[in-house]
């Protein structure tokens, strides 16, 4: 049966950065900020872009970066309160957007009430059966190192109730599902429940776990996921193209392709976690390279903003390391400069044509040709076929694939001309091929 999400493409912000937040929360009593109402003046622009959804970072109340969560039915007062997000919701569906929510349901911060009573009444109170015990302060586990960030207890039946009730409260005012955080460090049992429960009420909620590493399809038939988050594709894409190795990619698909028997996962180039593309890729006439595997292979898309821009950031595994991949935006996408204004024409030109095949969602890649610097890819659906010639060499490469019915619907030069070779592809060149008229 398909599903809303089948056509969804989302552009991911995150908030806190994009509206220029300051890093640390303001003291207790200090005046609300709302800045959440800055996104409604590029919600046309992400509608330009041809997404139909906006995800959005973490929102709710916390101490720093959005991911040590005080408060989960609270606004970050930082970002606003209810009625900038229900504004934002109103404005987001009147444009056909829906919101997909950042659920922080591994780990709290350390200003989180139940924390508070924890370390006050002892390891033996009702507070700290929500906490795992572990080596970090207090004597709970944290997650990964980070002090700051205490790890739920997931086998304790009020952890699993409060994280039902934060779901099913913030999907009553019109959120459309939930990218679930460190979704790989949460027992799917919990995940199964969880969603279980709230599906009663949201039957057409779409949960996604962030998954870096694992069973993906795992986290789908064990824990009642729609989806999960495709890193094991996201790095073949920019790795295979900086290494000159398109094997590695053409694997990736394969693997790919397995999981797309099972569900369609949330496939991207860039997130909030990860360097951007642009400053990913060695070579920077291979970023449409990677655009068009995003946009002709199966799955759920995510565009991180700013990357329709082609903006610069890498990432750094320091204090503040995630600053250069979270900045500020302008009040409107008039304040962006020119020079990215071709990234994103070549964002719409693709989104635009994955939406004239929504079939691709779960469409099967096959590497028809492979080469350390050249790849023909064939996606088909019961709707269709699109193939997908890249080529990375210094010469133009002629693909020896069948490509007789096919005519060039987009490609590094724009759209091809009626007597042009479609499997001749230029140096450094791209090509996606689709049914003639």
Known sequence: MTSWSDHAIWWHVYPLGFTGAPLTAAPEGAPVRHRLRRLESWLD?????????????????????????????????????????????????????????????????????????????????????????????????????????????????????????????????????????????????????????????????????????????????????????????????????????????AWALDRHNGLLEVFAPMTFVGNHDVTRLASRLTDPRHLGHALAVLFTVGGVPSLYYGDEQALPGVKEERAGGDDAIRPAFPDGPDGLASHGMPVYRLHQRLIGLRRRHPWLVRARTKAEHVANRALALRSEGAAGEVVTLLNIGDDAYRFPVDVSRLSVADSCAGAGGPDEDPALVPAHGWRVLVHRP
């Open 45 to 249: 622009y992400a509608v330009n872009l041809g997404c139909s959804g906006l995800q959005l970072g973490p929102i709710f109340a916390s101490e720093t970066h959005g991911y040590d969560t005080v408060d989960h039915f609270r606004i970050d007062p930082r970002l606003g309160d209810d009625d900038d997000f229900d504004h934002l919701v109103a404005q987001a569906r009147r444009r056909g957007l829906r919101v997909l929510l950042d659920g922080v349901f591994n780990h709290v911060g350390r200003g989180f009430p139940a924390f508070a009573r924890a370390l006050a009444e002892g390891p033996g109170s009702p507070a700290a059966r929500w906490f795992r015990p572990g080596d970090g302060a207090g004597g709970f586990a944290v997650f990964e190192g980070h002090d700051q960030l205490v790890a739920l207890n997931h086998a304790e039946p009020a952890v699993l109730d409060h994280v039902v009730r934060v779901m099913g409260h913030w999907l009553d005012r019109g959120a459309s599902g939930w990218r679930l955080d460190a979704a790989y460090t949460v027992p799917r049992a919990f995940w199964r429940e969880a969603v279980t429960r709230v599906r009663r009420r949201h039957p057409d909620a779409w949960f996604a776990g962030e998954v870096i590493h694992g069973d993906y399809a795992a986290y789908v038939t064990e824990g009642g996921l729609d989806s999960v988050t495709q890193y094991e594709l996201w790095k073949a894409i920019w790795s295979s193209l900086n290494d000159g190795n398109f094997f590695e990619l």
